[in-house]
């Protein structure tokens, strides 16, 4: 089975522009949760979809945002872009995430974005 | 509140030994699992061993096992037989039972040392 797959994997945008990720999750697996990496704040969850509905959603701007397609497919994107969105930006997938007490979820590679 | 805290930012250890890796968290839940996820240079973050709350017997994967400590808050992860494709920060993960966000530790580097 294919784990879960991010794309691009590298990204490089000036302050101002918009950025949109993307997150495949493992094929049958409904629930994609999204963090943000960083030296300083470490490891921060951004949001969690199911079903294309948001389940649960950290405490990010509102500039940060995100959905999910029938598929299961997930985006995240982030509107006008500071020096401090510069992260890597992780996405896991779950079977069925919030609905499932303490389910494992797992990782895909990440999106390294670097906003000059 | 939920935090995690892991207080050994950089450690190493021989090839073959072994090597413990401690987290605290604090949290008033009752209901809640643990993990420890290794996310080695290439960036995947990998599980490597997981916990539930309600279980007193400490999980064990291979070389891997746990000290699952409830009262004290503890959930420390001891390597055996340490091998170089060890090395890799390692996190400590925090979830409630209800909902599905993890709550980190901010890592611990591992250097496996030939």
């Known amino acids: 089975k294919a784990g879960v797959t991010q794309t691009p994997r590298y990204l490089i945008k000036t302050r101002g522009q918009q950025v949109t990720l993307s997150c495949s999750p493992i094929s049958g697996h409904r629930s994609v949760s999204w963090y943000q990496q960083t030296p300083g704040q470490g490891l921060q969850f951004l949001f969690e979809?199911?079903?294309?509905?948001?389940?649960n959603k950290g405490n990010f701007p509102g500039r940060f945002s995100g959905r999910q397609f029938s598929n299961s497919r997930s985006e995240m994107n982030v509107s006008t872009l500071e020096l401090g969105d510069s992260a890597l930006y992780l996405c896991a997938s779950s079977l069925q995430g919030s609905r499932e007490e303490g389910e494992t979820q797992y990782f895909g590679p990440g999106t390294r974005l670097l906003v000059l | 509140a939920q935090t995690v805290t892991q207080s050994q930012p950089e450690m190493s250890v021989q090839e073959a030994e072994t090597v413990t890796l401690s987290c605290t968290y604090d949290t008033s839940e009752n209901n809640y699992y643990l993990f420890w996820y290794k996310q080695p240079p290439s960036r995947q973050m990998i599980l490597v061993i997981r916990?539930?709350?309600?279980?007193?017997q400490n999980a064990t994967e291979n070389r891997f096992s746990v000290n699952f400590q409830k009262a004290a808050k503890s959930f420390s992860l001891k390597i055996s037989d340490s091998q170089l494709g060890d090395t890799a920060m390692y996190f400590c993960a925090f979830m409630k039972g209800t909902g599905n966000q993890f709550y980190f530790g901010t890592g611990t580097s591992l250097t496996v040392i030939p």
């Open positions: 979809y199911f079903s294309e509905t948001q389940r």
């Open positions: 916990q539930e709350a309600y279980k007193q």
